[in-house]
Nanobody, 122 residues
Framework: QVQLVESGGGSVQVGGSLRLSCVDS??????YGWFHQAPGKEREFVAV????????VYADSVKGRFTISRDNAKSTMLLQMNSLKPEDTGMYYC?????????????????WGQGTQVTVSS
């Protein structure tokens, strides 16, 4: 049974940083990524990385601010979020799918975590 468990969310002021973690179990996938759902909006793609930490792809809105990584030995994916803005507020979901990272924009991944809340206040 596939499980994706996020942690690391919280409250931070504008310009601050947070690091989200996602631990996976059950079976390996080609790619692992993060999605963001702002209050009242649809869930949207943030970033994705290959199982070995390569081939990262980012949404334009987070390029230069967020860094995705994955440690396969620990089955753990990280999202380092810097220079946070109020519009980064919302739920962040970890996801996994057999699709390569280049196909993730517009993809509905097969497996999802329960999400972790991030709140950025001014």
């Amino acid at each position: 049974q596939v499980q994706l468990v996020e942690s690391g969310g919280g409250s931070v002021q504008v310009g601050g940083s947070l690091r989200l973690s996602c631990v996976d179990s059950g079976r390996p996938f080609t790619s692992y990524g993060w999605f963001h759902q702002a209050p009242g909006k649809e869930r949207e793609f943030v970033a994705v990385v290959r199982w070995n930490g390569d081939d990262a792809v980012y949404a334009d809105s987070v390029k230069g601010r967020f860094t995705i990584s994955r440690d396969n030995a620990k089955s753990t994916m990280l999202l380092q979020m810097n220079s946070l803005k109020p519009e980064d507020t919302g739920m962040y979901y970890c996801a996994a799918d057999p699709a390569p990272t280049r196909n993730w924009k517009g993809l509905e991944p097969r497996y999802w975590g329960q999400g972790t809340q991030v709140t950025v206040s001014s």
